[in-house]
């Protein structure tokens, strides 16, 4: 490997041209270290971490980097779950963070455009003050970048009824492995203009392209919402009720499951009198008209009394209802209170399939003596079992490696997939063709090949390496 | 192998979410992932584990506020504190401090803070320097951006006239019997540069029917020392203080110092590893209480309107270490004619954070010219601290500003005394 020499004549190029502010290049030990990783697993130091807020300079960059043939890792704010900014082999770390200079609204056409380092949060509350949205909420959205997100194809709560980032991209801007810049889609919703090659790079997780600009629909702002807090005795009860609720015509903006273990953990951390004695707890959130909603509660309500809920809270008032999300915001950190390690999983499955999903997983649980908890997005079936190690304790960490493999199993055996929003990057790379089979994987490698021949962007994510394995201890 | 001086396993309690990134207000000025809460604990952990050296550590250490603003955003409960604690103390020992660092601290923490009678002779020097034509003439000449560091002489025509303070007699004087018992604690800068707040403090207490007493033999709190890393100097602070509030039986020990509180409620903390104080200290702790919480829960009467459209600058260690945040806006809210207008970036810190302003002035400045334009934005013309750093701090945001003239900057207890007194 000689990364580290060409990384070291890139940044004398780079320095020549005197495009990039040197102190936007940063090649001290400390400032490297601080970008060898993201939310996950794994530490690697990039040999230089470049701040670009211009297209020009991405292209200059990635141009000396296919030439050199230098590693380029795009990366947002790091609070990626899979390891997809971490410059596994080294290289250039181009951080997204510092480019958020454009946050453009254009109301009549309901679309906003945007650099890629404005952060999600902020693309909604610019939404709002002309009564839209935009709705993709990942749980990071007050710290993530839409460019990760973009990469990702990140979602969030609201993915039941209003769909993930991808389906809000009208267009983006580009640069590609050898230094175009090019334009994919436009702003208009309806475009059937070749390739849809938008789409084929949003959640392509930075192997494809470099995501420099984006173009995103928005929606109008629903006028009001209510919240809802079911509780099941019996967990095959909430999935009957889950099913009732979508086969009545309502849509839930959320739909979100805690099951006993969260709860427990809820109530041992920070009391909220919940009853620790259910199987599960639904938090429901429906929007739309005031007095639409109004009437859905009340059928929402029937649905869950019908399928044998114990119990069926409406929220009266805003801060009731942010007293409802308050116990599931505290799962986090009621959790990591017995150990500090957390494995966050996203294992998908079809929604009739969540009760049998729970039942592997308590099985996987039981069989390898592992603490995991499960709650998530039970309305599309985006579940997050959450298991909870300590990293210190080799024994437990491979048992949990075990684990997480039975879980990624069990999901792709019920007709589901490895990842519903966290992506690949790292840490799923070896259970590719257990998904997709070898030709299926075969296919998505040549894709990788016509657009990056040299291998230069985000090498050492989404295709396993041969043998490779997961693992989830250092060193 | 791994350097157990670091809170080496604190670090673990990270989980690198990243929550922390938009609270801190280092990574919003200095625009890098090494000066943020999670890249400052990576970097512990590193050097803890002799994968970085101590100098790689110290700028993104020396460049950490400490407001502690990351604890109140972290999901996961990261003890930031004490992995930031631990890091100073070694720092201070296994690093080469320049020599503006040494004359700052040598000046602040070994001589003046902790020996009351140093502090004495400090303040009849500040007195005598600010009665005297000396003063203007030494403005006029800029000799003072000669001898003294570049922060320290910006702050220099800030500094409030000190107030030759009350005869001590005024503090021992025993009010009339309350049936809450309260011990003062008056904090050694507070004490020099704006004792006719803690003049007003006891009596806005007494008023409230509180059985006031100020202790003899209190010293400097040792924030910062601790802050500095002398963690020594710090614990010899905090067991004297213990054993001078032993001296009588009190149900609160009440600062009016955002900073000083914080620390006084740490001090179980700071002696946690000492068996024979570690009880006492956290008695010690348990009975520390802001004055704006014993006075909102008092049935003082508000007398007199205060005309001021005023924001509220939280003092960050009240907010995120003593985790007192609704009792100063219950209090304003009390107070008749005060129309207060929440800002924007409110918990933000003014970049004040002990004696930061003074040793890293250009990084302090940028912070507080990231907050002055929300407080701007807001028109107000008072500005409310609750801590003497920040006071100082946000007297010279206006000054930058160049609105001196429209936004004055009072003290919670200012604003209080001036309508109940």
């Known amino acids: 490997m000689n990364e580290n020499r060409n990384a070291t004549e890139l940044v004398q190029r780079l320095r020549a041209k005197q495009l990039i502010n040197e102190s936007r290049i940063l090649t001290s030990l400390s400032d490297r270290a601080s970008y060898a990783y993201d939310a996950s697993f794994g530490h690697h130091i990039p040999e230089v971490v470049i701040q670009p807020t211009a297209t020009e300079e991405v292209s200059e960059i990635v141009t000396l980097a296919n030439e050199l043939h230098v590693p380029v890792y795009p990366r947002g704010q790091g609070t990626s779950l899979s390891g997809g900014p971490i410059p596994v082999y080294g290289g250039v770390v181009l951080d997204f963070s510092q480019w958020d200079d454009r946050l453009e609204i254009y109301p009549d056409d309901m679309i906003a455009v945007v650099s890629p380092g404005v952060i999600t949060s902020h693309i909604d509350e610019a939404a709002k003050a002309f009564s839209m949205m935009y709705p993709p909420d990942p749980s990071s959205m007050n710290v993530s970048t839409i460019g990760g997100n973009l990469a990702e194809n990140a979602g969030g709560p609201r993915g039941l009824k209003y769909g993930v980032t991808k389906d809000y991209v009208l267009g983006l801007e580009i640069v590609t492995a050898n230094g175009d810049i090019i334009r994919t889609g436009g702003q208009t919703v309806k475009n059937v203009t070749g390739y849809d090659l938008t789409k084929l790079i949003v959640g392509s997780e930075g192997t494809l392209a470099v995501i420099t600009e984006a173009t995103l629909k928005l929606v109008p702002r629903p006028k009001a919402n209510k919240t809802m807090l079911v509780l099941f005795d019996d967990l095959i009860d909430s999935g009957k009720a889950i099913s009732a609720i979508l086969r009545e015509g309502i849509t839930p903006s959320k739909l979100e499951i805690m099951d006993q273990a969260s709860i427990k953990a809820v109530e041992a951390y920070q009391p909220t009198g919940l009853p620790i004695d259910v199987e599960a707890l639904l938090l429901i959130e429906i929007d739309g008209h005031p007095l639409a909603i109004e009437e859905e509660a009340e059928q929402v309500r029937e649905c869950c009394l019908k399928n044998g809920a114990r119990d069926v809270q409406i929220a009266k008032s805003a801060e009731e209802a942010s007293k409802f999300w308050q116990a599931r915001k505290l799962v986090s950190p009621a959790i990591v209170q017995v150990k500090p390690t957390k494995i966050s999983e996203d294992a998908t499955v079809p929604r009739s399939k969540i009760p049998e999903m729970f039942r592997i997983l308590k099985e996987i649980k039981n069989a390898n003596n592992i603490d995991l908890v499960v709650f998530g997005h039970a309305g599309d079936g985006n579940l997050h079992p959450n298991i909870i190690a300590d990293v210190r304790d080799e024994e437990e960490m491979k048992r949990v490696e075990k684990a997480v493999g039975e879980i990624f199993e069990a999901a792709i055996e019920l007709g589901g997939t490895l990842s519903g929003e966290h992506g690949i990057g790292t840490m799923k790379a070896p259970f590719m063709e257990m998904e997709l089979g070898a030709k299926g994987l075969a296919m998505m490698k040549t894709v990788k090949e016509s657009f990056d021949p040299n291998n230069i962007l985000n090498p050492g994510k989404i295709f396993p390496e041969k043998g490779q394995k997961l693992v989830l201890r250092d060193g | ?421």
Request: include cysteine.
């Open chain 2, 1 to 421: 192998m791994v350097d157990k001086r670091l809170a080496y396993q604190e670090t673990f309690d990270c989980v690198q979410c990243g929550y922390c990134l938009p609270a801190c207000p280092t990574y919003q000025t200095m625009n890098k992932e090494t000066h943020s809460p999670r890249g400052r604990i990576n970097l512990v952990k590193m050097a803890a584990e002799g994968k970085i050296s101590y100098d790689d550590l110290k700028e993104p250490i020396d460049m950490c506020l400490g407001c502690r603003a990351c604890e109140t955003a972290c999901p996961t409960n990261v003890q930031y504190g004490s992995i930031l604690e631990s890091a100073k103390e070694v720092l201070r020992i296994e690093t080469k401090r320049s020599k503006r660092e040494q004359f700052i601290e040598s000046a602040l923490f070994e001589k003046l803070l902790p020996h009351s009678s140093m502090l004495a002779i400090a303040k009849f020097g500040l007195l005598s320097y600010q009665r005297l034509p000396l003063q203007f003439a030494a403005r006029k000449t800029g000799i003072l951006n000669v001898v003294l560091p570049k922060g320290m002489a910006a702050f220099e025509s800030i500094i409030p006239k000190a107030e030759r303070s009350k005869e001590k007699k005024a503090y021992e004087e025993d009010a009339l019997p309350g049936t809450v018992k309260v011990a003062y604690f008056l904090g050694c800068l507070m004490d020099t540069m704006f004792s006719t707040i803690n003049d007003q403090a006891i009596q806005l207490l007494r008023k409230a029917g509180v059985h006031v007493t100020v202790v003899k033999d209190q010293s400097c709190c040792g924030a910062l020392q601790s802050h500095g890393g002398d963690l020594k100097t710090a614990r010899q602070l905090a067991k004297k203080n213990i054993e001078a509030f032993e001296s009588g039986s009190f149900d609160y020990i009440v600062s009016s110092i955002g900073g000083c509180g914080a620390m006084l409620v740490e001090y179980d903390h700071l002696l946690k590893d000492e068996p024979a104080w570690k009880e006492r200290a956290e008695r010690f702790s348990k009975k520390h209480a802001d004055i704006s919480m014993v006075l909102a829960q008092s049935n003082l009467t508000y007398n007199h309107h205060v005309h001021h459209t005023a924001v509220y600058q939280p003092s960050c260690h009240m907010t995120h270490v003593q985790k007192n945040v609704d009792a100063p806006l219950e209090l304003i809210a009390k107070v008749p004619g005060l129309n207060y207008v929440p800002m924007d970036k409110q918990d933000l810190c003014c970049g004040s954070a002990g004696i930061y302003n003074i040793v890293n002035y250009e990084a302090s400045m940028d912070i507080l010219d990231y907050k002055m334009p929300a407080v701007v934005s807001a028109k107000p013309d008072l500005i409310i601290t609750t801590n003497p750093g920040c006071h100082l701090q946000m007297k010279m945001g206006v000054e930058r500003e160049g609105m001196s003239h429209q936004i004055q900057v009072k003290h919670l207890v200012e604003v209080i005394a001036e309508s109940c007194l």
